[in-house]
C-alpha cells in the first residue's frame, strides 16, 4: 500500500507525472470541464471533499511555482481567498520557493484550464474555488 499522502491512484499518476511549467486545475463542482480533458472527479456530494482540504493535499506533493486564479474570487469569495493565500503562505515556506499568484478574468480562467494536464473536480459549491497549479522543479 503506498505510503505517502495521496492514496487516489488517477491523482497520484497524473501529479508524479508532471513536468515543468505543466498545469493541474483544482475545481468546485461547477467549473465546465472539456468531455476531453482528463478529470479526476473526487466529488462524493455537497463539501465533499471541499476545495481547501484537497488543495492541502496535493500541495504536500506537488512543486508548485505558480498559481492562477479567478479575478472574482477577491469580491464573491475572498473568505476561500483568503484561507487559500494562507495555504499558499506555508507552501512556499515549506518548499523554500517564491509561488507566483496571478489574477485573471473567470472566462479566461476556464480557457486557460482547459490547456491543463487535468482537473480535479472536488465537491466544493462556493463560487470560484477554483485554481491552476503549474509545476516547478524544486532544484
Known sequence: MKKTTILNAQLSHVIGTMGHTDGLTICDAGLPIPVQQHCIDLALTRGVP???????????????????????????????????????????????????????????????SNQAKAVVRTGECSPYANVILYSGVPF
Do not use: G, M, R
Not at 496535493?58 to 492562477?68: C, Q, R, T
Not at 474570487?73 to 499558499?88: F, V
Open 50 to 112: 471541499d476545495f481547501l482540504t484537497t488543495l492541502k493535499v496535493v500541495f504536500s506533493e506537488l512543486f508548485v511555482e505558480k498559481i492562477v486564479l479567478a479575478e472574482e474570487i477577491k469580491t464573491i469569495n475572498p473568505q476561500i481567498e483568503q484561507q487559500l493565500l494562507d495555504i499558499i503562505h506555508q507552501t512556499q515556506i515549506e518548499q523554500q520557493n517564491t509561488i507566483e499568484i496571478v489574477y485573471i478574468p473567470h472566462s479566461e480562467f476556464k480557457q486557460q
